[in-house]
């Protein structure tokens, strides 16, 4: 499917749609078959121990793909997510930037689907996997 | 099963163990059958147009069975959560508190099993559901 | 919410759109709050040692939240899942019978959303509980 | 992670463990990174209008990933089920086998995590997506 916004479109919508989070994450790639945001570790994300929180991995899971499934139908979208599905698996690593894959795999007229595997920076095997879907409204106006 | 914490004492564990997010939440009651835990609405919280944010209510469903399950184990648990699942229903109230009832479905020697119901406070309709999975270490000690 | 179908309604409905299965379930409560469905349990359910298969569980959870969204908009509905989180938690009890029971937590004109907790006939702790989401079509017609 | 059972192995387990339903499924590729499964589709897994059922493309997706778990720890496992999650995208092709491609995310000494895409012979979208978890018993005897 053809891409209706580029990296740095996707970046731009950020900082206007979500000011409060927009400088934790940063689109680094984005293609027809994934998308790889950047989660930029900071004191707030981090439990004791320098554990990123659950909380956290879940807000860029869900970032990873609301923005994948934006960069395929434009940036008017109101989809808001209706179900998400994590299991974290390992611990990441103390301090390291996190760095999510997405992928979509359906994107329907009022369902979209996608999966996301999270990684440390630095470490291959992923810490966390999710998948989450987003009703999409029949009138797309304005963002979400 | 008998409890080991009440009420205040699961608000003091959580002002000790997670200082950063303390102040959001507050158990109101702990029981058998249930534990109720208040989420305390303020701006950072908040997505444009007062719709409380997706992985806020993520960690006011993790707090809550998490807090559920401490209550049945004692303090000393190093509990992590391995799964979470969350179906957004309803959009929640604006400006309005959130409150959790989570409930204990499975509390075995490795795995606990809980879900939770979220409501804004004065609307019955439930805005959000989550079941979570937490593995609980052999060994028990010190706090997560 | 007012129901459409009754207890006979909905066995009938089984049997009428579920040929193959329907000898395997029996609707025996409806209200507005809950439906409770019970799975007869026979050979070809059970796995070696006399355990219900996870497919087996999945099936009464899908037909028990199927059911209690037909007894409220009616037989009329198309719906069909689109997603289901399942946890197993407990091993049923060899040879009995399996009852859940579902409960609607939202309806709303696309997505119908519910939970179900399943336990072995005799024994107070569930061996499964599931939610599952179900797309309803904008035209109600015919069954699934 | 070197495999400890190739396909002929992982074949005639199901023959020995599954009886019933060995029938209905063949691996047909198993390496470090991959295992697919093939569901031969006949009348019993089918709903009216030649649909596989929810349940049909569950028990798929958890014979794919407990094979999976199980070409890396050998046959003797009675890893167990805990945890499934579903998403229903597409409606498979009347009449067409199912292919589903699973792999393990993770494999810890309790716990192990997998994914799979289930997808219609000849339709490259796919039809499903699940995660499932197992536990692995601390001793390793026997199998399921």
Known sequence: MKLK????????FLQEAFPQVASDFEVEEV?????RVRMKITEKNLRP???VSGPAMFSLADVAIYLA???RIGPVALA???????D??????????LL??????KLGKSLAVG????????MEAPVARASLTYAIPPKREDSR
Chains 1, 2, 3, 4 share one sequence.
Not at 5 to 12: C, F, I, Q, S, V
């Open 5 to 12: 916004m580029d990296r740095a479109e996707l970046n731009g």
């Open 88 to 97: 974290f698996m390992r611990k990441p690593v103390a301090g390291e930037d």
């Open 49 to 51: 121990g320098g554990t």
């Open 115 to 122: 999966d996301v595997l999270i990684q440390s920076e630095g």
């Open 31 to 35: 293609s027809e078959e994934t998308l």
């Open 80 to 86: 808001v997510t209706t179900n998400a599905n994590i």
């Open 69 to 71: 499934v934006l960069a």
């Open 100 to 105: 999510a894959e997405a992928r979509i795999l």
